[in-house]
């Protein structure tokens, strides 16, 4: 696996934590329609991916979230997008519920739904357990097939990649 391209990593993906449950939404629109999924979205001209997860995060939860750890990217070929990538960051919020979300129904779930329902989006089941520890951010990279993960590979992010 080379490393991917900064410009083609166009998305941000953030995973709310509140003790033991994740919020995740249940996407209405595709990539990943009708499946539950970290919350985020497409980086916007100018914006950093601090910027843009903080923003995306608010946009779709109503949580002013102001401290989000870095936890990886995630790049993918084969999938029901072009070739991209993710930034990946976990933020953790103490109390209040979200506001209701154009883009899906919000939910808190069990952190060990969350790591093994088929109802997720299925490479978090592989990139979850990983990313949301207090761990070194990591390159995960997968490869689809027909809709299903062919083979993935995990690595550490050189310094170039940090956010």
Known sequence: MTNIALSSIRYTLCFIIRDEMILMLHR??????????????RLEPGESPR????????????????????????????????????????????HGEPLACSEGELAWKARSWVFTSPEVVSNIHIFGPLALVDGLPQQYHFEYKDGKIERYEIRPLNDFHRV
Do not use: K
């Not at 209405?28 to 979205?41: C, D, E, K, R």
């Open 51 to 94: 910027q843009s997860v903080i923003r995306e995060a608010f946009e779709e939860t109503g949580f002013q979230i102001e401290q989000v750890a870095f936890r990886g990217i995630l790049s993918w070929d084969g999938f029901e997008t072009p070739a991209g990538g993710l930034y990946i960051f976990t933020a953790t919020v103490p």
């Open 28 to 41: 209405l629109n595709p990539p990943n329609q009708g499946l539950w999924n970290g919350v985020g979205g």
